[in-house]
């Protein structure tokens, strides 16, 4: 039976302390209209809940009486659910607190301060800044001499910039970021949310041409010049041609390759063949040039060279080409396919904040205006006297029962910590520091003062969170009473019905109702032409089906079996592509460079199957391969041998279906499994005999191979299971329900309630 989760039908008050406890009151008003037991249920709760729910479209007017039905029987198993203790369980108060937790996070921040980042953010990436710079790097954890030794540095080479020096000449001369000090310094052009904050604080704040004053990031010291300044150039979408050589290759191939290039560029120019055509038929990328070419991504100005941004952005019309471009491919010649400016505010919004409370720097800003204002309101009082001596005598030898421990240092409202406590709160911190770290940072009493209190503040701003707002208060009981009823439903009716001496007692006693109707397993493919038709039948023969879709290699380091960091997102990538796609499987194929032990590449395909099958994917979807030195992908680079290579396949005509329609849309249906009378058009035309046969109908080519012919049957236990669940639950709710208006007798004021229900 459907049901209706309604808010605030029963009575209970939340008590919070170490854990969560609930107890329940009864509804003794004197309007009562509806009476289950001793329960009672006021008019005025009742209508509450039956103008909300016929608001909200939730309910009908026309069906008043099933409503009121609803509602009994829900009030019913509350009252089931209290009396059998279910929300004391540790279980459910422990699912209570999580959930808790999870919905008080974004009552826990500045929103106003996190709404004005967002804003900042947007009104940045109006605008992308061509950047140089000089660093001085900082190490992690520096200690006090190493920032001085840093900030002289920086110091000195801005002296020498104001006497007159070139910016780009002292990048090239001192800057220790070793990829843009040859390059004077240049880092191309950035936008916001692609640099630390303070970086992009610094960028943000000056005009072009102007050099900042000395700035301090997580990497060290900065001067920071802007070279240019342009409107956000937006986003493209491309196409490509790829004449493939390695950038060390010898001068012939070299050669070779430009000569093929500017081939290509000759027939595009003649304009006689698409671009679609004469990639497929020049283009050496395996991946892109079946679809005529197209990469299948939006690109931004971050996302290439600074030469590619020139180039490519560049490009005023859709269909245009560039002239071949020499990159660490090879030769590319690039197709506008589609190109959009920067998104409006209301559609980055999301994406943005998402951005901003996950950036360190900015989700610290947010965290400190936070817990400014939870000072303010919850009356933060840190005791001066209890304070000084505090700070003073940590460093000291204590015996554990000095007077002062006991004196109360912080005040929360009316609660208040003493001395004490702050000292077990360092030591338990320095603790977890210490096992996380491995060393104990340089952090003073003062500074763990502060996280001391912020910490207490926070947990009593947490605590009164329905108090100060009543949307989360009414969440919460949503969730309770949602989880109450869950759990008693559980407990009453699913569990039961999944008992297997009451699934066979009911199936010996209804079998005669659990018949198979005739049937067949069919396989039918449905193309657009005889071409189409053909491929399709070549790609099904073959199962698991094989699929376009592509991974880069997993690399991994010479000598071991560990994914160096890189690959390490592409293994996250594999892992949830095969969680959400069921019928996927893959063929991992692992691969040794010469100058390994041979036994390497087997290692790195264990390392690869043991790591997805403990992030639970079966290892029947999993396909290896041992290929050793084959395939080698460069001899000056041994370690790119040092990889795995993955193929996708399914064990679902879906995806050979989608695979199809990707390249021309409805192109190709296809389906199979066991089909009854009526649930497929081509199969009721035709005799139901095991064979094959192809035939036309209104221009489209028809498949159609039947396996298996069965006639009406009675079904067995295991063919009937999912119905005669279905039929129990039914049946053992209803003999519940009559045994709860039993338990406790249900007495309405009908007049009053067809009042509120007219």
Known sequence: ???????????????LG???????????QQDAIIQLGSKKISAGVFEKDYRRLLESDSIKADNKQKFLGDYIDYQLKLLAAEDAKIHVSPAFVEEYQSFRKELASPYLVDGEKT???VKEAYQRLKFEKQVAHILVKLPGNPSAADTLLAFQKIENIRKKLVAGETFEELAKKYSEDDLSAVKGGNLGFITSLQTQYAFENAVYALEKGAVSNIVRTASGYHLIKILDVR??????RLAHILVSVAVNAPTNQQVEAKNRIEEVKKYLDKGEESFELICKNYSEDPYSRGRGGELRRWYYTSDLSEELQNKLFSIQRLGDYTEPIRTNLGWQIFKLLDKKPLLSYDEMAEYLRQKVVTDPERSALIRSSFMARVRRENKIMVLPAAEKIALERFSQDRLGDEYFLKMPLLQVGEKSWTIQDFYQFITAQQKSKLKSLGYLPAISESTWLAEFVDLKA?????????????AFKEQMLEFFEGNLYSKIIDQEIFEKSLDSLRQQTYFQTHAAQFTMPSRVKAKIIDADSPKTLTEAMDLVAKSPYPMNKRLPDINFNLGTSEIVEASKKVAQELFMLMAKNRDYVIELAGYHDASEADSMSEARVNHLVNYLVKKGISQTRIIEKVE????????SDKAKNARIAIKFYSQSMDDVVKRFNAIKPQSLDAVEGYFVKGQNAYLDNISWEVGKQTKEINGRHIYVEISQVEPERLKSFDESRSSIIRELQAQLEKEWLTNLKQRYPVVLQSEELNRIMQ
């Open 1 to 15: 039976m459907s049901f209706i989760r309604f808010k605030q039908m029963f009575p209970f008050k939340v008590l």
């Open 18 to 28: 170490v854990c969560c406890l609930f107890s329940f009151t009864s509804w003794a």
């Open 115 to 117: 709404e004005a980042l």
């Open 231 to 236: 409107p956000n150039q937006g986003k493209i």
């Open 458 to 470: 926070l947990e009593e701003e947490e605590k009164n969170l329905e108090v100060k707002y009543p």
């Open 628 to 635: 050793g030195t084959l395939k080698p992908v460069s001899k």
